[in-house]
Nanobody
Framework: QVELVESGGGLVQAGGSQMLSCGRTSTNYNMGWFRQTPGKEREFVAAISRSGASTDYADSVKGRFTISRDNAKNTVYLQMNSLKPGDTAVYYC????????????????????WGQGTQVTVSS
């Protein structure tokens, strides 16, 4: 059983930065960050492979967000820069036992475990 715990959300001004953390991860899993707004499905943001050697991003955040992991600390991070009001959402980290293939790590139904979510609000 993996119990993921997110932290680091809050209110930030447009153009600012925020770092999210997801603790209690495991090297048995690829890790991903997704986000969700009311009335919409959870959407893929970024993913990182078990070793941390590979990463991938949604086009909407590429060049602004960076995912990383510290396996010694069992923690995954999402550094968010140049934030926009459109980035406002509840952010979730997830753990996927699937192979490192985009159709798997970019789809929420291929994730085994989720954290409770953390709200990020970007004001204009």
């Amino acid at each position: 059983q993996v119990e993921l715990v997110e932290s680091g959300g809050g209110l930030v001004q447009a153009g600012g930065s925020q770092m999210l953390s997801c603790g209690r991860t495991s090297t048995n899993y690829n890790m991903g960050w997704f986000r969700q707004t009311p009335g919409k499905e959870r959407e893929f943001v970024a993913a990182i492979s078990r070793s941390g050697a590979s990463t991938d991003y949604a086009d909407s955040v590429k060049g602004r967000f960076t995912i990383s992991r510290d396996n010694a600390k069992n923690t995954v991070y999402l550094q968010m820069n140049s934030l926009k009001p459109g980035d406002t959402a509840v952010y979730y980290c997830g753990a996927s036992g699937r192979p490192w293939v985009r159709p798997y790590y970019s789809a929420q139904n291929h994730y085994n475990y989720w954290g409770q979510g953390t709200q990020v609000t970007v004001s204009s």
